[in-house]
């Protein structure tokens, strides 16, 4: 074989599996290349860490900080995206989506420049998911998620999620279409499965269904130009010409229908009345079975938040309804920013540590210090143990040197207080030893 074969081609026809193993072998024998391969190892990881960094300080920061900041994080995402990383991009840009759409429902954006970036973002998301599938089932149920339960963004279209969800994906965001529309006879959620419906259509190439769909539609001109674009595309001329010829000679008129005023519910009057945690999940309960809590959560959430900046309650109130909605991070984000009370945030704390958990070090501090105030046995008993989780949260960090300057300072303050003392050493925390001038 000649030296100067070109192997591209046949080395696109590997899988990914094996030209890993390939080149994984390779760089075993030549440390040039396992440096290069290292390098860039640790530039993508570094890149990714930063990219999350950036998206855990943008949320307390104005809408140009703000912006500015997630559109650094989407350029991160596009490069590596471009570059052909093999890196799992796919959390980056779900919580990237995410992020922002939840922003959006707070900032004032009159520019529509952070509406921009959520539809970059979504886009990128897709691209991600194609990359390097997630389980398609759950990337089913976050764009079910999105699309009934969302504030009506970002605009999902299932044609760039298509091979990402595979059949498994699909046939579940089918399901659920169906569901709605047997049980649903009107409302913006019967309207989000239909379009769904004729999307699913078009990305399984069902040409039958998607013609019976369009068809079924009020007569207006883009309609019939979409079923002839669809006929003509699948090969059937004949029937194409022929709807189009039906088309021009239609002259029906579409008259608008009558404008129904829908009943305020029960649910709505009581949040209204006593707006809190409790009312704000009966809301969404009864939206939800109705299609309209799209709408409806946007206003009662944006009541919450005026509650929330003016008092601690209520800002705890606001936690505690997103929590029961199952968003954690919306629950952290409006809990950093609306001061929810001391108690409230350790709870957070919890979870939020396993993720993020340089965010929770100024939580725990705060409680350990609170707890010593007391001046009791069985707080200083308790200030010992989240001086332990306090220390596991900064090994997580990779802060650990930092905790034992925390714990010398600390000690140092409260060293005349013998029983906080003997509790931190039964907890077993080694107290480093005082630095001698």
Known sequence: MSSTTDLRPYLRTLDAETLADLLHAHAERDPVLRQILESRFVTQGSDLAEAHRLLDTAVMAGNVEYAAKVGSVLDTLQRLLDAGSRADLAPLARRTVDDISEMLEQLDDASGEIADRLDRAAELYARACVARPPDPESLADWIL???????????????????????????????????????????????????????????????????????????????????????????????????????????????????????????????????????????????????????????ALARLRELAAGSTDAADELVRALLGEDRADEAWRAAVRFEASLATRVELAESRSIAHPAETIPIYREHVEELITRKDPNSYREAARQLRKLRAVHKKAGTTEEFSAYLGTVVEIHKRKTRLIAEVKAARIAIPKPVKA
Do not use: M
Request: proline fraction near 6%.
């Open 145 to 299: 998620e999105v699309e009934f339960d969302g504030p009506g963004r970002p605009v999902i279209d299932l044609a760039d999620f298509a091979s990402a969800l595979g059949e498994k994906g699909i046939a579940r965001i089918k399901s659920t279409v169906d569901e709605v529309l047997a049980r649903q006879p009107a409302g913006s959620k019967r309207e989000t499965a239909e379009r769904l419906r004729e999307e699913l259509a078009e990305v399984s190439g069902d040409v039958d269904a998607l013609v019976a769909i369009l068809a079924a539609k009020p007569p207006r001109v883009d309609v019939s130009l979409k079923i002839v674009r669809v006929l003509r595309a699948a090969g059937r001329h004949s029937e194409a010409i022929a709807h189009a010829a039906r088309a021009l000679t239609h002259d029906k008129k579409e008259e608008a229908p009558p404008v129904v005023e829908e009943p305020i519910p029960l649910s709505r009057k009581e949040f209204d009345e006593n707006p809190g945690c409790v009312t704000y999940l009966a809301l969404r309960e009864e939206s939800l079975d109705t299609g309209r809590w799209v709408a409806q959560r946007k206003t």
